[in-house]
């Protein structure tokens, strides 16, 4: 019963990855990057999830 959080993450491959590993929450350059808080709130109002491609599982060897 415990929930992982993954900062940092910054590319689809890092994503499919830690997905991969059942990590259950991520934060990063690849969502969003850092704001102020009246950054924030805009953002938010406006904001439309990317497409993400389907995860395709890699082997280990991958992340070398």
Partial sequence: NLATV??????HVELQMLEH?????F??????PPMTFEKLVP???GY???ATPPVTVLKP????
């Fill in 48 to 50: 439309v999830p990317a």
């Fill in 43 to 45: 953002w938010m109002e």
């Fill in 27 to 32: 934060q990063g350059f690849r969502f969003a």
């Fill in 6 to 11: 993954v900062e940092g993450v910054e590319s």
């Fill in 21 to 25: 590993c059942a990590c259950d929450f």
């Fill in 61 to 64: 060897a991958a992340f070398g």
